[in-house]
Each structure stands twice: as structure tokens, then as C-alpha cells.
């Protein structure tokens, strides 16, 4: 059973910075695109960043230039740098596999809660 283990959120001032961290287990992540995804209130999950098996990443549009994704295949766990951090930013963080199928992607895990305000 794939799990997912969310770390690193907090409350931070506008223009501050955070670093998640999801460590993954009951699967190696070389095998999987990897993603951040982000569910505020009132709103579906929707993807911020994601990585593929080789290192690439992707980032949605509001986030580009102030987030920077990673991985580390040794150590089974992905990361999320948060930099600028605004208000539309609050939100809880999940991480998961990116499959070709997104009918085939594990339960989300507890996810870790970013809160900016000032």
C-alpha cells in the first residue's frame, strides 16, 4: 500500500518561505512522475508543481518562479520550496504519484497545511 507522509507547513507572513517535505513508502519513486497539489477551501485539489522520473518539472502558472520542486530517489521523497509565499497560497499540500492513469493514483495522505497571513 502506497502511503504518503506530508511535512513542513506552518503559518508564515506574505512574502515569506516554507519547505515541504513527503516522504513516500510501499513504492519507489524513480518509477513515477511525482506532483504537489494544493486544496484550499471552497475549491477542488488542484496541481501546483510536478516532477517527472527524470527530474523535469512543471509548475502552474501562479506558482511559477516562486516554487521549485525536487526529489530525491535515494531517500524515496520528494520536496516543495516555497518562496514569496501570498495569501492565495494558504491551503492544505498533499503529495501523490502522477500515473498515466489518474484512475490509478493511491489515497491522498493527511496532507500539511500552509497558512500565510499577516
Known amino acids: 500500500q502506497v502511503q504518503f507522509v506530508e511535512s513542513g507547513g506552518g503559518l508564515v507572513q506574505p512574502g515569506g518561505s516554507l519547505t515541504l517535505s513527503c516522504e513516500v513508502s510501499?513504492?519507489?519513486?524513480?518509477?513515477?512522475?511525482m506532483g504537489w497539489w494544493r486544496h484550499s477551501p471552497g475549491t477542488r485539489r488542484i496541481l501546483v508543481a510536478q516532477?517527472?522520473?527524470?527530474?523535469?518539472?512543471n509548475y502552474a502558472t501562479a506558482v511559477k518562479g516562486r516554487f521549485t520542486i525536487s526529489r530525491d530517489n535515494a531517500k524515496n521523497t520528494i520536496s516543495l520550496q516555497m518562496d514569496s509565499l501570498t495569501l492565495e497560497d494558504t491551503g492544505g499540500y498533499y503529495c501523490?504519484?502522477?500515473?498515466?492513469?489518474?484512475?490509478?493514483?493511491?489515497?491522498w495522505g493527511q496532507g500539511t497545511q500552509v497558512t500565510v497571513s499577516s
Open positions: 501523490n504519484l502522477i500515473p498515466p492513469n489518474p484512475n490509478d493514483r493511491p489515497n
Open positions: 510501499g513504492t519507489a519513486i524513480s518509477r513515477w512522475a
Open positions: 516532477i517527472t522520473g527524470n527530474g523535469g518539472p
